[in-house]
């Protein structure tokens, strides 16, 4: 690492965040002798360190967690890696591509510059010819203004704040969101002997194997994981679509909503309203569950119809259909929180990014970040957003495609822009590590 | 299904979908009031009118006013002039998935022949009667069932019913909360 006196730096390239994406980047950068640096507020890997719950592993199987020349090579492709595994291939891949990070650098704004930017940390300034940002899509979690309306008496956290279940108090549980992160923890809190009310809107079922495959094989092989943004038909939605009910675990189980109302989980409808100490949940649970089902239904037949028209179709086992959700009958629209002994309500209800200290006139009128395929402006690029450039842009092995693309276009980029745009002083240049 | 010939279910799609473009890019024109009048009658029997609605920015006016008188049946010592209140909901809820259903069908692709709904809404009287404090005024539940002759798959008339669901605006209105006030002028 660098160590430059207090001041104002200037490289050609920031990369703000050293996880996957933004060390991809940097491989990238490096492999073009483009003069560069990570800025990171934490240290490598941060969020996989510090804000995941202890149980959780990751959704893709290790034959998928691969980077740009670099890939699993233990002896478990089929499993999935819990978060100590994640994190030393994270570091590890750091090491790979020899990576110029500056750890404990919390990037405090940025601002367009005359043909550059200014990027001001806790630590320095720094002026360079464009921008990377690859802090991740889960930099805040959503928290719905109704959160506020809850009593006192309940704690009230999100799923980042959550770790593990002997953290919460000994009653009652309900877990607001029924994608991944929802199931997951409705499962792990059940199983640790406390009540649970699983609020589920709108929701995406997959089964983990299918006709004895991973369904993220099938994703894969239906070419439903590289379809790109400017093929889908609606893409604000696409972007919108809630991660599917995935867990995981070495027994590569599925975990849907019947599972867990098998285990004595109570499903309800989406958190709709709080009021004088209760929790409004919407009537319209029974047609989430049936969209879900019948969306897994296309999905499953799709790839059915592909197995037909392969050479694999006789090392698959035979069709098995999951069976439909079971709705209750009248499911609950009200729970009474202080009568149910209700004394925690976990938000898993999704993440937005965090751009707060982007000062440019990037964003909609909604505050969401304008871009197009990761080009945010001349010289400014992000990295890892749901379906960023390609449904697989939030995973690991999406950056590869994603960095490619627009570090080309970034290269292209900074042959239009002269390098005395940043230059007020030549000494004030600091040595790429690299 | 039959893919050559044109669907037409009497629905604009070209125009919704226009719609749906024009008030992304001019949100205020997006902001719609829809209003009734009430006045009693006599008894339980009461006429509403429908006619003007704002929208688009502007004072917008249906093409001739609407009229409805709602009562309750005899056995709840009325005249019967009309339809109940709750039952206009139950109008509501099926006119608007109803409406729905052609909307999707027709930008599916999907020719719709026949579109029946039946609706049937459960309610205890000890609610309202204020004879049980457990029991909640409204339905305790309503049940929506549909007679679709489509050329369509079972499935693919599934998916129609499901999305004019999340499509509806009386169906939101019935299933989730809503804030109203009530004052006296």
Not at chain 1, 26 to 48: D, P, Y
Not at chain 1, 288 to 294: F, H, K, Q, V
Not at chain 2, 4 to 32: I, K, S, W
Not at chain 2, 136 to 160: C, H, M, P, W, Y
Request: charged residues 25%.
């Amino acid at each position: 690492m660098t160590r430059g006196a207090r001041g104002a730096g200037a490289t050609d390239v920031i990369v703000i965040g050293a996880g996957h994406s933004g060390l991809a980047m940097s491989g990238f950068l490096s492999a073009n002798s483009v003069e560069h640096v990570v800025l990171e507020r934490g240290e490598v890997a941060n969020s996989w360190r510090h804000e995941r719950w202890d149980s959780l592993r990751l959704l893709t199987p290790n034959w998928q967690s691969r980077l740009p020349d670099y890939c699993y090579e233990g002896a478990d492709p089929d499993g999935f890696m819990t978060m100590p595994e994640v994190i030393r291939f994270i570091a590890r891949y750091a090491g790979f591509v020899g990576a110029p990070v500056r750890t404990a650098t919390t990037v405090r704004a940025v601002r367009q510059d005359g043909e550059g930017f200014c990027v001001v940390t806790d630590q320095r300034e720094w002026r360079c010819r464009a921008v990377v940002m690859a802090g991740g899509a889960h930099g805040i979690a959503n928290l719905p203004p109704l959160a506020a309306a809850l009593p006192a008496a309940v704690r009230s956290l999100t799923s980042k704040e959550y770790r593990r279940p002997g953290q919460l108090d000994d009653g009652g549980v309900l877990v607001v969101g029924a994608s991944a992160t929802g199931v997951q923890l409705a499962d792990e809190i059940r199983a640790s002997g406390r009540e649970v009310v699983l609020a589920a809107g709108e929701h995406i079922r997959m089964p983990r194997v299918y006709r004895g495959r991973d369904v993220q094989w099938w994703l894969t092989a239906a070419g439903i994981l590289d379809q790109r943004f400017d093929q889908v038909e609606d893409l604000v939605r696409a972007r919108r679509i809630p991660s599917p009910q995935l867990v995981g675990t070495p027994s590569r189980a599925t975990l849907d909503l019947n599972a867990l109302t098998d285990r004595g989980v109570n499903i309800v409808g989406r958190v709709v309203g709080v009021n004088a100490g209760k929790v409004q949940f919407s009537g319209t649970l029974r047609n989430e569950c049936a969209m879900a089902d019948l969306k897994q239904g296309r999905m499953l037949d799709a790839f059915d119809a592909l197995a037909e028209r392969s050479a694999f179709t006789a090392a698959l086992e035979p069709v098995q259909r999951p069976a439909p959700t079971r709705v209750p009958e009248m499911p609950r629209l009200a729970l009474d929180l202080a009568r149910e002994r209700i004394r925690t309500v976990i938000w898993a209800t999704g993440f937005r990014p965090d751009f707060s200290w982007l000062q440019a006139p990037v964003f909609d009128a909604k505050g969401r970040l304008r871009h197009h395929g990761g080009i945010v402006a001349p010289g400014l690029y992000v990295l890892g957003l749901n379906f960023m450039r390609r449904r697989k842009s939030s995973f690991m092995h999406g950056a590869e495609d994603d960095v490619r693309e627009l570090g080309t276009h970034l290269l292209g980029h900074l042959e239009r822009v002269p390098e005395h745009a940043i230059r007020q002083n030549p000494d004030e240049r600091v040595a790429a590590s690299k | 299904m039959n893919m050559t010939t044109t669907v037409d279910n009497g629905v604009n799609v070209e125009a919704l979908l226009g719609a749906r473009q024009a008030l992304t890019d001019m949100p205020e024109a997006a902001q719609f009031k829809w209003r009734a009048t009430c006045a009693w009658v006599n008894g339980t029997h009461s006429r509403s009118s429908v006619s003007s609605f704002y929208g688009l920015g502007s004072e917008q006016a249906h093409k001739t006013e609407f009229k409805y008188d709602a009562d309750h049946p005899a056995i709840f010592a009325s005249e019967d002039k009309g339809a109940t209140p709750v039952e206009y909901v139950l109008v509501g809820l099926a006119s608007c998935l109803t409406a729905g259903i052609a909307a999707v069908a027709q930008n599916r692709k999907i020719q719709l022949r026949s579109v029946k709904a039946t609706l049937e809404a459960g309610m205890d009287l000890a609610g309202i009667l204020g004879i049980d404090s457990e029991v909640r005024n409204g339905f305790s539940g309503i049940k929506v069932i549909f007679e679709i002759d489509a050329d369509a798959t079972r499935e693919a008339i599934n998916a129609l019913v499901a999305q004019s669901q999340r499509r509806s605006a009386v169906f939101d209105i019935v299933t989730n909360p809503t804030n109203v006030s009530v004052e006296v002028k």
